[in-house]
């Protein structure tokens, strides 16, 4: 094998990430959508305990915020698993 031939085979070797990095990448992604759900949860539970009060206008419609912190909470749930199992 010549030089040329060695480079070419370590570039094509080197556009796949290593097992180390690859498991950084999750290790993060696990952990930011960890965040992100306990941060949605708390405003769940400070809104039915009733800390976390008002009305939202969405369309020109007056919503309640606790009617409205059940549905972000599963709607967080469900984007975070459709990223974690079809995207990534």
Do not use: C, H, P, W
Request: glycine share 4%; proline share 0%.
């Amino acid at each position: 094998m010549d030089r040329d031939d060695i480079l070419v085979k370590s570039r094509e070797e080197n556009k796949k990430k290593d097992e180390y990095q690859l498991s950084q990448e999750k290790q993060a992604e696990f952990s930011l959508s960890t965040i992100v759900l306990l941060f949605f949860f708390i405003i769940l539970i400070l809104s039915s305990l009733g800390y976390i009060t008002g009305e939202l206008i969405i369309f020109n419609n007056k919503v309640n915020f606790n009617d409205v912190a059940g549905s972000l909470l599963t709607m967080v749930l469900l984007i975070d698993q459709v990223i974690t199992y079809y995207v990534i």
